[in-house]
């Protein structure tokens, strides 16, 4: 069972009418999830700060709103909202200009994020060694995310509505497979599977120094075996990691090359980059594969799910 509480600017519950439709979304590289939902018009709309959504007595949403949408046609009058989970408040706030040394989660977290809202972080006491510089223009989100990949290779979280992890600590055992018979976690009614060649990129060209002009070169079998030729130049005379760069836009490409679309009549609330399978009678099983976008909403015809699946990250270079 579905359940909306919303709340005003002084945390006051607001009372509100049966919900007529919702979506729900979550994407890899979207640092925040996203939520439409409509109702009939309400008094107090306008107050509404932030809104937390229930399935089965279990939290599965928290946002802040970002807008009201007021519409009224013959069949009535209408109010849709719109709301980011507090992961929009890293990525509205600018920060602070600022120069460190050896910075730590601790520290990061003090001076940028303390200050939304959030009152716990997850990380360790790892230090990233040497001068971390955010930037006039940069984000809370961007300084926060430039220390995470550079400190400890993985990208920020939101773990609950309180607490931001700087770290991986998702559960990688966690495992789903979808199929379109009956021994399956879930069973769905419709698949796609769309593969691009366009987005194949099949050479990287890097220039490691001032006298080597783009020699060092780096193929990509996978692209080359299906006759793909588009080429990329690199300058990687400051970078440390040059090659490990081309190597991570290459292995972009090939994961871009090839996805499935699973339509299912139900709602189905796993999480993105969570590992799965499918089980199809014309495709056959597909391994390796994890969970790049979730919808799920209700519209005239019910619940409704929409997962997109890719291939795991693979290096594929000569």
């Given at each position: 069972m579905?359940?909306f509480?919303?709340?005003?600017?002084?945390?006051?519950?607001i009372?509100?009418?049966?919900?007529?439709s919702?979506?729900?979304?979550?994407?890899?590289?979207v640092p925040?999830?996203?939520l439409?939902?409509?109702?009939k018009?309400?008094?107090n709309?306008?107050?509404?700060?932030y809104?937390?959504?229930f399935?089965?007595?279990?939290l599965?949403?928290?946002?802040?709103c970002?807008?009201?949408?007021?519409?009224?046609?013959?069949?009535?009058?209408?109010?849709?909202?719109?709301?980011?989970?507090?992961?929009a408040?890293?990525i509205?706030?600018?920060?602070?200009p600022?120069?460190?040394?050896?910075i730590t989660a601790?520290?990061?977290f003090?001076?940028?994020?303390k200050?939304?809202?959030?009152?716990?972080?997850?990380?360790?006491n790892?230090a990233?060694?040497?001068?971390?510089i955010?930037?006039?223009?940069?984000s809370?989100?961007d300084a926060?995310?430039n220390f995470?990949?550079?400190?400890?290779?993985?990208?920020?979280?939101?773990?609950?509505e309180?607490t931001?992890?700087?770290i991986?600590?998702?559960?990688?055992?966690l495992?789903?497979?979808?199929?379109?018979g009956e021994?399956?976690?879930?069973?769905?009614?419709?698949?796609?599977?769309?593969?691009?060649?366009?987005?194949l990129?099949?050479k990287i060209?890097?220039?490691?120094?001032?006298?080597?002009?783009y020699?060092?070169?780096?193929?990509n079998d996978?692209?080359?075996e299906r006759?793909?030729q588009?080429?990329?130049?690199?300058?990687?005379?400051?970078?440390?990691?040059s090659?490990?760069s081309a190597?991570?836009?290459?292995?972009?490409s090939?994961?871009e090359?090839?996805?499935?679309?699973?339509?299912?009549?139900?709602?189905?609330?796993?999480s993105?980059?969570?590992k799965?399978?499918?089980?199809?009678?014309?495709?056959g099983?597909v391994?390796?594969?994890?969970?790049?976008?979730?919808?799920?909403g209700?519209d005239?015809?019910?619940?409704?799910?929409?997962?997109?699946?890719k291939?795991?990250e693979q290096?594929?270079?000569?």
């Open positions: 579905l359940k509480r919303a709340y005003d600017f002084e945390n006051k519950e009372l509100l009418p049966d919900f007529l919702f979506e729900l979304q979550k994407e890899e590289n925040a999830d996203y439409e939902v409509k109702f018009s309400f008094a709309a306008d107050n509404i700060k809104i937390r959504l399935y089965n007595d279990s599965v949403f928290f946002g802040i970002d807008e009201i949408l007021f519409s009224k046609d013959l069949t009535g009058a209408v109010v849709t909202l719109y709301f980011r989970n507090k992961m408040l890293l509205d706030n600018e920060a602070l600022s120069e460190f040394n050896n601790r520290v990061l003090d001076k940028y994020i200050q939304l809202g959030f009152k716990s972080f997850i990380s360790d790892k990233l060694t040497g001068k971390f955010v930037e006039k223009g940069e809370v989100y926060l995310y995470t990949r550079l400190n400890y290779s993985s990208a920020p979280y939101l773990v609950d309180d931001i992890s700087f991986n600590n998702k559960n990688d055992d495992y789903t497979l979808f199929s379109d021994n399956a976690d879930y069973q769905y009614r419709k698949i796609e599977c769309s593969k691009f060649p366009c987005k990129i099949s060209n890097i220039k490691t120094s001032a006298n080597d002009y020699k060092t070169v780096i193929k996978f692209a080359l006759g793909t588009r080429e990329r130049y690199l300058d990687a005379c400051n970078l440390v990691t090659m490990s190597q991570k836009i290459i292995n972009n090939n994961n090359f090839e996805e499935y679309k699973l339509y299912l009549d139900c709602l189905i609330f796993n993105v980059y969570e799965c399978s499918i089980a199809d009678y014309y495709l099983n391994e390796n594969l994890y969970i790049s976008k979730v919808i799920i209700s005239i015809n019910g619940y409704y799910s929409k997962i997109t699946l291939k795991e290096y594929v270079v000569a």
